[in-house]
DNA sequence: GTGATTTACTTTCGCTGCGAAAGAATCGTG
DNA sequence: CACGATTCTTTCGCAGCGAAAGTAAATCAC
């Protein structure tokens, strides 16, 4: 009655479908639900009785809704009891751990970080305990972990390899769950992220969504039918190979034009960097962009031309129905988004349908946050894989 | 018991998806079905039972299997009676009409062409009612008409904008439909072509399937979850906007260096008699770029460093597994397949996996029988809609 | 206020369609 | 010919759904 159950499992299909979709879309009433899963009004009557009982939802007062100009029985919403069990979530990077805890719903409650002193897998496991059990001391009824890495991650369980860690096999999920005792899950970074933004975030109940995400390194989610398609390469390597300009600037990392080379925060810095021998930040590179500062202006220019490539190629080609910018480096948006627009309409069908562009500042805790939605994803569905 | 359903539509959703599978993916016995349709084999019993009896499908002899090695009793595969029932496909040109008739499965039993001498609508409509009389009187039993055009139709009855046609809002079902008497579905020819492909083409049973036209225009659809994702530019205009090589040919059709003015037939075309002077069939241009001749073969070396990238774009994006060009500009893969796979893969990441694609030139009489396959959908699903 | 109306939810009942399990049919093998 | 293997059929029970009638709780009309 007042612990939640610790899965998801035993519930039938019929009533994990209006689990699912309350957690999903809010508190709501038997009879929205009903329309929305397409079952009658006794069905959905049936099904919320023992999700109720079980303590999994619950009766919430009708927030305040002002239009009450509707008459008849007021509807009864009905939502899931957000805050009967937490979820944990790390990100780790070369030289830091960053952790949220999260509600059922994925609302961040606590953040935390640490720096992290060892590559060896098992200090990194210690040090997530640790972490684990910090947080949980003012955190209990702890449900599960969900670990983003950088980097090729089999079976949401093992790290096949990421280069950052130096790391090639390490079954990172066991090293935790031994040590915690609580349900990990380790996923890449970039498809925790889509992951997050598919259930709870801006491709919630869309058929056909992209992630494009921009930082070290650019990342690529593509969702069809409210599943992320998975796909080898992304082992931080996605956009090495995209070439939207062939004549493009020479960096470092990724071929030459690629968008790796035009995009990424670090091929940025790069070219300013060689054009001007100052080395500067992201920030203070768009912001001299903004004042006008030649160099810096020209290679944000460049970026935002290749950005709006870019999306144009992926909404010609893929057809979503929204793309979400995320990462660090979508600041360029503030600085150059005509820019970006005029880029993806000129390379458009005029009579094509607009792309819904969404923009989101990410920062670390954003992809921890998208690991604890995997964790989330386990408990209700009951299983590892998507 | 002898003749077939006037429409499948009494059929319960179980009987359906079995009909459908049997047509879809050949002879098959109940066990097999009952392993794809994740059902049990007393289901399937009770499923194919009305099925048989309906005439809709026959058990047909065990079609010579070699390797009898298997012990137990053998299995009676079912199929459905392909001839009992015939379908018409229609591919409406500016000069000419292609016909064919077409089986339950899709295969071509008769072709016809006819003059197109006008292009009024009424005229075109009792030319398509002529045409179906004649192939009626030996084919009986027709069961539905599809008709292709090129330009954008609405609700697969009604062409809203047909620029070759000079046609804007023409209810050419509804006028094809009371002439003959029978149910007609029109629709855009590359959507039905994408249609037919993914019931009984190359793109049968896959997830997520691409079809690439290169003909007088270029022409792209996109299959998700065995659905084709219906979009607005679907209006003969695709490609145009596609810029592939801002550096590219400018021709009268496109953007400069657009899919359309580096791969289209007549840009192809065009862009030989600008260089040459002399004007020659693409086939002659493509020999002539194979024996080496300077400017034909400068102008398919681009085009087929084009076609990768396009292609290299579609796979990095939508992640199709399979990709099929098809269309009468598919002759370039004959004669520059090479370079055209060298640029897909400098352009996909290393680790990716490589894009199935598969060549199939089409004639006219293809395209008709693409819509042949609409009209099959309509008596299958009982649903103009997709 | 008081009853009519509207909307939301609950209860009951019967039916569809599935799987489990046992049985029948039909092949190879020893 | 007996035996096991495999496919198909039959029987039975039950989960889960919708239809329809009943109950609850609000507004509206007077």
Redesign the pocket.
Known sequence: MTTVAASWLPL???ERSVAIEVLVNGPL????LARRL???????????KPLIESGLLEEVAEAGTPA??????????LDVVAEACSFLGFKVTDDMVYGVVTTLRSDVVARHHRPLTSHDPAEVADLLAEMTAELAREHPHLAGIGIGVGGLVEGRAVVGESPFLHWRDVPLAALVQERTGLPVVVENDVAALVEAETWFGAGRGLDRFVVLTIGAGIGYGLVLGGKRVPCVEENRGFGRHWIINPNGPLTPDGERGSAVSLLAIPSIRYQVRAATGRDRTYEEILAAASAGEPMPARVVDEAARALGTLVAQIANFAMPQKILLAGEGVGLMDVAGNTVRETITAQRHPLAAPVPLETKVSDFHDWARGAAVLAIQVLVLGTAEA
Do not use: F, K, N
């Open positions: 039938s299909a019929g009433s038997r009879t929205e397409r079952l009658s009004a006794g069905s959905l009557t049936r099904l919320t009450e100009g509707r008459q008849g029985r007021p509807s009864q919403p």
